[in-house]
């Protein structure tokens, strides 16, 4: 793997894309998202330190998500292949698989308030380090329901 600084605001990968690469962040924070064909983005998932993010995507297709840093950030890279050949730990690999099936189990089976609980234990250092639209973004709702949700969560500690 090789080790890179990257910018806050530079994008790693764009859809379409055929090289895609696996991230895993040293420090900083990533994300990977989507924008629909309204223009709305829809972030897929974050990347914080120790985290794994990458394109699900086939060697030699093409990628179906952005990536970019949303903090200044240091980077781990390497391409699928090259991953593969090195036989890695695959703690960060099994973190992201477990992260993903409980967010697709979430969304799939509870509400907004129950989504954002998760959330926050899922990435507990994440809410002071995005804009809360982001966060709103990933849970599926509107930033508006997520401030309704966050005042109704104060009012009960």
């Known amino acids: 793997m090789k080790k890179i600084n990257v910018k806050k605001g530079a994008v790693l990968q764009r859809i379409g894309d055929i090289s895609s690469k696996v991230f895993l962040v040293e ?6 998202y989507i924008i629909d064909d309204k223009g709305k983005e829809h972030i897929y998932m974050f990347g914080p330190e120790n985290w794994l993010v990458a394109d699900s995507c086939e060697p030699n297709t093409p990628c179906q998500l952005f990536i970019d840093a949303l903090e200044d950030t240091i980077i781990n890279v390497a391409t699928k292949e090259e991953l593969l050949k090195e036989g890695p730990d695959l703690t960060a690999l099994l973190k992201r698989l477990d992260t993903m099936q409980n967010r697709i189990i979430m969304l799939m089976s509870s ?3 129950k989504r954002y609980e998760h ?4 990435y507990p250092n994440i809410i002071q380090r995005v804009p809360l639209k982001m966060v709103a973004s990933y849970l599926g709702i509107t930033p508006e329901a997520l401030s309704r949700i966050r005042n109704e969560l104060s009012k009960k500690k």
């Open 27 to 32: 420090s900083g924070l990533l994300r990977s």
């Open 111 to 113: 509400n907004a308030k």
């Open 119 to 122: 959330f926050t234990k899922t």
